[in-house]
C-alpha cells in the first residue's frame, strides 16, 4: 500500500513502481477527495503496469469517478455506516457495485476489528472470549456483506478480517473459511509495527492460516520510512518461501479433512518419469476440491500401486505407457499420460456432486 498523500503525485508514483517492481501483485492507493481521484488518474496514466487498487475511505459514492481508473476497489462495511446513515447499507453496497460491473473491477470486502458497522459491534457485544473481543462482530459483517454482493449476482469479490491482533486474524479467518469456503481470503495483521516485531506477528497469523489451507492473497502492513516500503513485499515473500519450504516459527495445524493428495517418491521403480509431472498436474487442476474429504493417490509402479489406490477416491498408478485410473477398487480403465486428466476430472466433479447432495438432501 502506497504511504504517501495521493495529491503528492510524485511521490505516490514513485511508490507505486517501486511496490510493482518489488514483487507486488497490487498496489493499493487512497482516495478521500474530488481532488484525490483527479491525482490518481494522473497515477494511473503514469504506472499503467501496476493492477491498482483503491480504498475508498469514507465516500463510497466517489467509486463512480474512481473506477475507471483502477482494477479494484476496497470498501470497508465500517466506514459505510457514517456516510448517509439515513440510507440502507445494501443500497450503497450496490451503487459501489454497479460502477465496479461498469468499469470491469474487481472488489474486497474490508471488515476490520478496529472499524466495524456500530450496529454489529452493539449487537455482539460480549460474546467474544477474553482476547478475541470484536471477532464475531467483525465476521458476521463480512458474511453480511458477503449475502448483500450475492443478493446483487455479483461474484468478483474477496473479503478480509484483520485487526492488529494476530490471534484475532487468525480466529476471524477460521472462522469466516468455515463458512464461507468458496469465498476467496485477503490475510493480513493490519497495523502490526516496526520490524522486527511486526513481521513476526503477520508470520504467526499467515502460518497457522495458509498451513490449514485459508488464504488467497496477502499484504504486509509494517512502519518504514517511504523510501523502504518495498520492505513489505520482501517480508511477504519470505513468509511464503519458508511455508512451502517448511520453516515455521510457529506450530503448524495438520490438517485431517479437505482434498488429500497421496503421491509416493518416485524410486528406481518408477517407469516412466511422465509420472513425475502427473503428479503436479493432478495437483494442480484438483485444487477447486480443496474444500471436500476426497483423497486422490498418484502412484508411480505397479508394486505399490494397485494396493496403495484401493483406499483413496480416486487412484491413478502409473505403468510405462498409460496410467491405470481407479475408483475406490473400482478399475476404471487405462488411459494415456495426455488423456487421464480429463477422466479424472469428470469422477472427480461426480464425487463432488455426491458430497454436495448428501449434504443438502432437501
Known sequence: MCATR??????????????????AGLVRIA?????????????????????????????????????????????????????????????????????????????????????????????????????????????????????????????????SLKDSDPRKVIEGNMRFAAARPDVPLHLGVTEAGMLPDGALKTRIAFEQLLSRGIGDTLRVSLTLPFAEKWREVEVGKQIIADIEAGRYRSVPVFQDHGLNIISCPSCSRVENEAFIDLAFKVKEISAYAKPYDITIAVMGCRVNGPGETDDADLGLWCAPNFVNLKKGEHELGAFPYDTVLDRLKVELDAIIEQKRTAADPA
Open 6 to 23: 495521493t495529491q503528492d503525485v510524485e511521490a505516490t508514483v514513485a511508490q507505486a513502481k517501486m511496490l510493482h517492481e518489488a514483487g
Open 31 to 159: 482516495v478521500d477527495s474530488a481532488k484525490d481521484v483527479e491525482c490518481l488518474a494522473e497515477v494511473r496514466a503514469r504506472v499503467p503496469e501496476a493492477n491498482l487498487v483503491v480504498d475508498l475511505q469514507e465516500n463510497y459514492r466517489l467509486v463512480q469517478q474512481v473506477a475507471p481508473h483502477v482494477n479494484k476497489v476496497r470498501y470497508n462495511p465500517g466506514h459505510l455506516y457514517h456516510h448517509e446513515k439515513h440510507k440502507p447499507v445494501p443500497d450503497k453496497v450496490a451503487f459501489i457495485t454497479e460502477h465496479v460491473v461498469k468499469n470491469d473491477c474487481a472488489m474486497r470486502v474490508g471488515v476490520n476489528c478496529g472499524s466495524v458497522d456500530p450496529a454489529m459491534a452493539e449487537k455482539f457485544q460480549g460474546v467474544d472470549a477474553p482476547g478475541l473481543e470484536g471477532v464475531t462482530a467483525m465476521v458476521e459483517s463480512a458474511l453480511d456483506h458477503c449475502r448483500i454482493l450475492d443478493a446483487l449476482g455479483f461474484t468478483r469479490y474477496v473479503v
